[in-house]
């Protein structure tokens, strides 16, 4: 590779809406890591977010170059490195956090633990939409709540990003999936394979009531937080689990210890920033593609089309309501 030099958008200020484009040194793929050539990088409300200032767990000094998901194409391998070589095509949830580059610049030295070989039925921006949404269900629906075949399973928000990848997961594990939603979106839910609810139609405890007979689902996802997660709590079956990757306020206990329900918080971004199990997500990816080329897992992307021009333009589509998964092309 001749070319030294790679377009990057950085992070200046917090208090300024900016990105500004920057000509940075190409980085060398160091000892564990590879060195991805950038097709595509997934845009997740944390990368607004970080922008914003709005995520003091997770902003990195600046300048930065933000980005949490990407697709690419593997140009070299560090010290250490097995499994992947030149011409690899690969995506992972891999930086725009504290110390790690971003996704949002034409390569990227990334911890090899943290990627997998994408899906062969899927493009550069199927696959970089993916890793931080799957990770996400994975964690709550598999590692946590151990999902499996006949469970019933409501999803809080199953038409956000995590919550249609929780669908058609606990769907690929055999569990019968209802999904809240709006009304515009129930078609959705209801193609990824879920019974769509209105949300705005029933509480959860008479959505609990009509679908288990009121004996309380045996999984939920929730998304959504707040007084959604709230109301979750009672609506778990005796003994059941409830995963959340939105509890960030405060909540009484109360209802679930009473029931003997299992509580997990799911905070998918804690291997990049303090280095732990991050083997882990480069194992849930594996997986994560075999179930993509089964034809069990499929994001569905906002048609919208985005650049390093006009990643500011992708953020603001994603804060005001996108077509659950935004995309920007990079090379």
Not at 109 to 123: G, T
Not at 294 to 302: E, N, S, T
Not at 308 to 316: E, K, R, S, V, Y
Request: include cysteine.
């Amino acid at each position: 590779m001749n070319k030294t030099k790679m377009q990057a958008l950085y992070l200046e200020s917090y208090d300024v809406k900016a990105l500004t484009p920057v000509m940075l040194d190409i980085p060398t793929a160091g000892p564990g890591e590879v060195l991805v050539k950038i097709h595509a990088s997934g845009v997740n409300p944390i990368d607004y977010k970080i922008r914003s200032g709005r995520a003091p767990y997770a902003m990195p000094e600046l300048p930065a170059v933000l980005g949490t998901d990407m697709a690419g194409e593997v140009v070299s391998v560090g010290d250490g490195v097995h499994g992947f070589k030149p011409g690899d095509a690969v995506y992972g949830l891999t930086g725009g956090v504290h110390g790690l580059q971003g996704s949002l610049a034409e390569y990227a030295a990334v911890d090899a633990r943290l990627i997998a070989r994408q899906p062969a039925n899927f493009d550069m921006r199927q696959s970089a939409a993916l890793p931080l949404v799957f990770l996400t269900a994975w964690e709550g629906l598999v590692d946590y709540a151990g999902v499996k075949s006949g469970d019933k399973v409501l999803v809080q928000g199953g038409a956000g990003g995590v919550g249609h990848m929780a669908i058609q997961l606990a769907k690929a594990f055999g569990a019968e999936v209802y999904a809240t939603c709006s009304a515009r979106d129930m078609s959705l839910v209801e193609s990824l394979g879920a019974t769509a609810i209105d949300y705005r139609s029933a509480t959860t405890q008479e959505i609990m009531e009509k679908y288990t007979s009121g004996q309380g689902f045996d999984v939920i996802y929730d998304t959504v937080g707040g007084p959604v997660l709230q109301a979750s709590l009672s609506a778990v079956r005796y003994y059941g689990h409830i995963a959340s990757c939105a509890a960030f306020s405060d909540i009484n206990l109360a209802d679930s210890s009473l029931r003997c329900v299992t509580v997990s918080g799911v905070f998918v971004l804690l291997p990049m920033l303090k280095d732990v199990n991050r083997s882990h997500h480069g194992e849930i990816l594996q997986k994560l593609t075999e179930l993509a080329e089964a034809g069990q897992i499929k994001p569905v992307l906002d048609p919208r089309r985005f650049t390093l021009n006009t990643a500011l333009d992708a953020h603001d589509a994603v804060e005001n309501g996108a077509d659950i998964k935004v995309v920007i092309d990079i090379i």
